[in-house]
């Protein structure tokens, strides 16, 4: 199921593969964001996996930040993986602000196979899952398990991308195969 994630956003348009896809244009205001972040929490809170792009621009980084603090602020639990750039850098950085009982990271393999700003951003961090079975696999491989296990424990997904990244296009099949809530936000 394909969710807009904005009210003013354009209709969706089919694409040849079924899904829904979106324009999405954003709220003039940080008012009208946090309406727009308490109309998708709807009753309850739930956990929402956020993967993306690391090939990111600045405002693109801060407004995937707000929309992670925003999520979380309200309850939400935030599931991402590790970064130094880009998009898990970004809903780490999000989240850590809002709350760090709101975030879980899931490593495509260990803490240690990361560089050191990776390293620096997870202190702080409560709940990190690491892969030591993964220490030996391509980062590619071990990524696209990590995104499967993200869509796995979450019940909407968030994901930033290019139309050309075959890694989080096979993560966002698999989120349908499973019939979570998918919020695509394409960057191209």
Known sequence: MMQN???DSKLPNKTSSGFAEATIDLPQSTQDLNEEFKNISGEGKRAIGMIGSKDLSMS????IEMIAF????????????GGYCGTN???IK???KASTENLKVILPQ???????E???QLIGVKYIVEHKEREHMLLSDASRLCNREIVSECQQLICFLYRDSHTLLDAIDFSHSLNKVVTVFYLD
């Open 89 to 91: 850098y970004a809903t």
């Open 70 to 81: 925003g999520l979380a602020s309200i309850g939400h639990t935030i599931i991402t993986s």
């Open 118 to 120: 990776v390293q620096d």
């Open 5 to 7: 994630f904005f009210n």
């Open 94 to 96: 999000g989240t850590l």
């Open 60 to 63: 693109q980084i801060k407004i």
């Open 110 to 116: 260990t803490i240690a196979q990361q560089i050191k």
